[in-house]
């Protein structure tokens, strides 16, 4: 038996680097898409799994397809069928289902996600087109109950030039703003997003009446807590609090989550002459300037971060890079004290209250 | 000797690229612990939400003109899902309390100013308030609310007796094209 003599020197790089390999394990963080975001009839639908961090060592992907008619009611369900398993993967993963589904679908696939000792799923479910609910909008992303997680509906502008453009919009905002943006993607099972059959036309907030003309379906869409008309001219984009109701360039992606933070998180404005008040619980606009201070550092931050927004008499602790602050073609984060309450708002909106 | 330093050297490399790769999103036992119960509260999507009449809402009209609040009759209609906003939050400036033959508070919630109109889009934001405006209460479908009251900065500005749920057909405003 060959047996060498370990020394001390030798004894402690050996233990550094086990200890080195295991804390480098990271829980795996991922997102999923599907594309086209809402397919018509036997049209190809590619699945697709981005990996934002961590070690990933299987997954699989399945489906469900069930058939529903035009009260909405599931008439029938197929079994679960596995369509592939990935081991060690390199992402991101893609599986094009050839053929894609019939007309009056509901298709739900699942990402069974294994990595780091840790197990996760992603399940999503989407409407084939056309939905055969009449006057209803369409489930194109959805994860969870409508009374228990946020709800954005897309409504096409009738200036849109080509319907495809705004279904493939609709993709990008999912994918490319809720799904960067570092906090708001963790709550992968939070947010349901719809595409609305009926167009509106969002108006110029500079040289039109200032309403948005909603489309003829509008008093089915008031469950939502986010509608959005995507829109192709560039206007001056604004927003009807009362509606939940904004415009947006549909090639634009930072309007559409700073409007999310007042629609989904009631998040007050973060720019002097802005729209501001102060939440009881977690707010991020404070009426006094001793009141920011006195919360700083339950926030997470300095008593020096509290600063006034312009001379507009209200106060703050994120600085200006938060989303609040910003708005338009660029994706800010979300910082701290914004974080806060979006938790505390998805909670809250997940225990039904 | 040379061989253990190179080990040495070798796990301090693998923990630098390890703590850079943990900067892009930390671990945060915390967090994932609240995206755990959060995750066994949602349910799953049902696309027979619209026949639930448990979670259903229905809507108020109201106009403001010449300094005050008329509701509009007509319009009581059940709508799917349940009203968007967080209930019993006063913290808004407009603030809707709905109560019970009673006057026992049921409910409330609150928002900005209803006319109030949000140009938060590019370099110059701006915000404005229509001194003329229809807009809708939301209140969830519980037939027990038979009158509503409006304040506003803590000054009560109106109360409504209101119709019961499903009094009334939908006063559709609305316009646009079907798509698809």
Known sequence: ?353 | MKYAYSIILLSLILLCSCNGNKAQQKNDPALDSTLAKIDSQVGTFNPAYINDAANSHYAISVNFANNQFTMVPGNAAIRPGRAPYLMNDTSKPFVVKFRDANNKIIGSYSFVNPGLLRACDGKNPNISIKDSIKFEILLPANKEITNLELSNNGKRLTQFTVPPAGANAVDSTGGGVKVQ
């Open chain 1, 1 to 353: 038996m060959n047996t060498r003599k370990i020394t001390g020197y030798q004894s402690l790089a050996y233990v550094s680097l086990i200890i080195t390999m295991f804390s480098c394990k990271e829980n795996p963080e991922t997102f999923a898409i599907h594309a086209p975001i809402y397919p018509g009839n036997a049209e190809a639908v590619t699945y697709t799994l981005n990996k934002i961090t961590g070690d990933v060592s299987q997954v699989q992907l399945h489906e469900t397809i069930q058939t529903i008619n035009a009260s909405g009611t599931v008439t029938a369900t197929s079994a679960e069928a596995l369509l592939q398993t990935w081991n060690n993967p390199s992402f991101p993963l893609n599986f094009t289902k050839t053929g894609g589904y019939a007309t009056n679908r509901l298709v739900t696939y699942r990402f069974d996600v294994t990595g780091n000792d840790k197990h996760y799923t992603h399940t999503i479910s989407f409407a084939t087109r056309p939905y055969p609910v009449p006057n209803q909008p369409a489930p194109v992303y959805v994860v969870g109950d409508v009374n228990r997680v946020m709800n954005l509906v897309f409504i096409p502008d009738r200036d849109i030039p080509a319907i495809s453009t705004f279904y493939n919009a609709v993709k990008v905002d999912i994918d490319e703003v809720f799904h960067r943006e570092d906090y708001v993607r963790r709550f992968r099972r939070s947010y349901n997003f719809f595409i609305n059959p009926f167009t509106g036309h969002a108006h110029d907030y500079d040289t039109e009446t200032r309403d948005h003309e909603v489309p003829s379906n509008w008093d089915q869409l008031s469950f939502a807590q986010g509608k959005v008309i995507l829109h192709d001219r560039d206007i001056r984009d604004f927003a009807e609090p009362d509606k939940h109701l904004f415009s947006a360039e549909h090639y634009v992606k930072g309007t559409l989550l700073h409007e999310s933070g007042h629609n989904f998180y009631d998040l007050a404005d973060e720019y002097g002459g802005g729209s501001h008040w102060q939440e009881a619980t977690l707010p991020n606009n404070w009426s006094s300037l001793a009141g920011c201070r006195a919360d700083a550092a339950g926030r997470g931050m300095q008593m020096s971060d509290a600063h006034q927004m312009g001379t507009s008499g209200w106060y703050k602790l994120c600085p200006a890079t938060c989303v609040m602050e910003s708005s338009g073609t660029a994706i800010h984060p979300y910082e701290k004290p914004c974080r806060d309450r979006i938790l505390y708002s998805i909670l809250q909106r997940s225990a039904g209250n």
